[in-house]
């Protein structure tokens, strides 16, 4: 039996440079030449030629080991596949199986000549598959590097100008953005909720569909809702026909891109700061009301301290069920302070929620106290902050730049370079986040954020806990002997 193998990937159907129909004819007319009538198809449909992994291809192997073919037709080598190493491999095979291969665009016999012949055709083919990318991306970079976008991801709240390669706003659709960013920001809603909230409202998507959780995530913390997107953020390699590997680019190489406004900068970073508050206080299933969760730390280590219940088995009667705020180091190996837990004993819950809260309403009953505590008189202590964290972020872009000239003068590898880089732009994002946060405190300097009445009217838990929420403090604890101690830092 012959058999002949013919191959089209997708990019190679939008050329229209190998029909598939194109490739079985001359494949065919080859065969009959030599004298080959009977002859077994072997297809692979939208396959690319950079891996073995194609039905077809894997057939005819199988079909070459049990000796049952020989003669295999291809119109050219680059069918077989773009990569020389494969196309060498696949050859190799079909010699051990005594099949000879013969291919429409040019002779091939296991002669040295041929062999050579054989390979320098897949290397210019794999030349060619490389040239083509390197123009390809090249010619992306400098349409981005225009201020275009590359690709329209068709993002909700933009309609698409083909004309310019640009994003345009699509008024109704940002409505319902300056509506979620309402929602997170003065509601303190997380992305679960405000979804729900526009269901109940009757606010769709483009599609007519209510917006999901995740397109609701997506709206609140994508940088290109208040004008600033960044295109080459991430580099696509495929590692099989059906499988890519996602990699982040070091941000020098991201590309920025300037496109219509939604919100504004300050209220995009107002929903970020109210996004990582909601993830402190989410609830997390917790079945008994913890009072201080989120907002309370260790008095001796600074970690912050997690709720949790610990269950008393009993031999007779129900079991007991004790409920504690414990240093976080003592619970996760992951937190601890060089291999050593905290030293903090475990507090029970209710003791210490009655204590604090019993302490704020003696606060909120003398007002000379309540204004010294709700006040804020940090500016010297803000000014010093941000000015040091300023600084500390000028270091780190001198480093950053720095290591882009090593990269570029070869002194560095690129997997180093990349490392770095990541490490430098997280510190870069922290300090971002933190500058945010000081600046917002610094801008509500002086303001009363509550009033005794907020106190003294709090009676349910859930009134309770928007007061401690509202307080511009942390709370810190700690439990050594029998008795706990616990106070206020801003």
């Not at 405000?194 to 007519?208: D, F, M, P």
């Not at 505590?373 to 941000?386: D, F, G, Q």
């Not at 001198?398 to 770095?420: F, G, L, V």
């Amino acid at each position: 039996m012959n058999a002949l193998y013919v191959r089209v990937s997708t990019d190679d159907q939008a050329r229209k440079g190998y029909s598939l129909d194109d490739q079985i004819e001359a494949c065919r007319k080859h065969l009959l030449v030599l004298g080959s009538t009977t002859v077994e198809e072997y297809i692979d449909n939208g396959y690319s030629g950079e891996f073995l992994e194609r039905p077809g291809l894997e057939r005819l192997r199988e079909d070459l080991q049990k000796g049952i073919i020989k003669t295999v037709a291809i119109y050219d080598p680059d069918r077989l596949s773009r990569n020389l190493t494969n196309q060498l491999i696949i050859a190799a095979e079909i010699e051990k199986a005594g099949a000879t291969i013969t291919f429409v665009t040019g002779d091939y016999d296991s002669s040295p000549e041929g062999h050579l012949f054989f390979s320098m055709k897949g290397a210019i083919s794999a030349y060619e598959k490389a040239k083509i990318r390197e123009r390809t991306s090249r010619g992306r970079r400098a349409k981005a590097n225009k201020g275009k976008i590359v690709f329209n991801a068709h993002p909700f709240g933009y309609d698409w100008d083909k004309k310019n390669s640009m994003y345009v706003i699509n008024e109704e659709a940002a409505r319902t953005i300056r509506l979620i960013y309402d929602l997170c920001i003065n509601h303190g809603f997380g992305s679960r909720k405000i979804a729900l909230e526009l269901l109940h409202l009757g606010v769709v998507g483009i599609n007519g569909r209510p917006l999901s959780t995740c397109t609701v995530s997506r709206i609140l913390t994508k940088e290109m809702y208040h004008g600033q997107h960044h295109l080459f953020k991430q580099k696509t390699s495929k590692t099989g026909q059906n499988t890519r590997e996602i990699k982040t680019n070091p941000q020098e190489l991201w590309i920025p891109v300037n496109i219509p406004a939604i919100v504004t900068r300050e209220i995009w970073e107002a929903a970020q700061i109210q996004i990582q508050k909601n993830k402190i206080l989410a609830k997390r299933n917790n079945k008994h009301s913890y009072l201080l969760r989120g907002l309370l730390y260790c008095a001796l280590c600074g970690r912050s301290m997690t709720a949790y219940a610990r269950t008393s088995k009993r031999k007779t009667g129900d079991d007991i069920i004790y409920y504690y705020y414990s240093c976080i180091s003592k619970e996760s190996s992951s937190y601890t302070l060089n291999g050593t837990p905290c030293t903090c004993r475990r507090i029970p819950v209710d003791d210490l929620d009655s204590a604090v809260w019993e302490f704020i309403i003696s606060i909120a009953k003398n007002n000379n106290q309540l204004k010294d505590y709700l006040y804020s008189k940090n500016n010297l202590t803000y000014a010093k902050e941000i000015s040091y964290l300023n600084n500390l972020q000028l270091e780190l872009k001198k480093k950053q730049m720095s290591t882009m000239r090593w990269y570029h003068e070869n002194t560095i590898d690129y997997e180093t370079a990349e490392k770095t880089l990541k490490n430098i732009n997280s510190e870069l994002e922290t300090i971002h986040t933190t500058l945010s946060e000081l600046t917002i405190s610094q801008g509500k300097e002086n303001q009363l954020v509550l009033s005794p009445a907020d106190f003294l009217k709090a009676k349910t838990f859930k009134e309770k806990r928007s007061v401690l929420t509202k307080l511009p403090y942390r709370i810190y604890a700690a439990r050594q002997e029998e008795h706990f101690e616990f106070f206020f830092e801003k």
